[in-house]
């Protein structure tokens, strides 16, 4: 799912290849990550989605789409559910902080965190 976050992915197909039911998946999955597939595919997208933003060359839409979602209101509702603002005003920002971050730490920092719901009690 990291790697793949573009593509279409579904449960039933990560089920298959990890040779589980659906149901236990996604059960499995929860325990060990916290959150639910679906959760986890959007989190590794938004990630991604505000790397794009950053750089300002793409639009909204074609951010949108080269995450690998098929939905902009989806897209942005997931992203200002987990970012706190709106993907425009995201990408309207400055990110210039004038100092050269490594990534790995860059990631710590700007990795989404869902504000409210089902799965927020268990992130830390």
Do not use: N, W
Not at 41 to 52: D, V
Request: one cysteine or more; glycine letters at 8%; hydrophobic letters at 35%.
């Amino acid at each position: 799912m990291d790697r793949d976050y573009a593509e279409p992915l579904d449960v039933p197909a990560l089920a298959r290849d990890a040779l589980m039911s659906p149901g236990h998946f996604s059960r499995c999955f929860r325990a060990a990550f916290g959150e639910t597939p679906y959760g986890y595919l959007m989190t590794r997208r938004i990630e991604r989605a505000k790397a794009l933003l950053r750089r300002g060359d793409l639009t909204v839409t074609e951010v949108c789409y080269a995450v690998g979602c098929t939905s902009l209101g989806s897209f942005s509702s997931r992203f200002t559910q987990l970012v706190g603002e709106s993907p425009s005003a995201y990408r309207a920002r400055s990110h210039d902080h004038g100092a050269v971050i490594p990534a790995c730490v860059a990631k710590i920092h700007t990795r989404p965190v869902r504000r409210g719901g089902a799965d927020a009690a268990a992130r830390p």
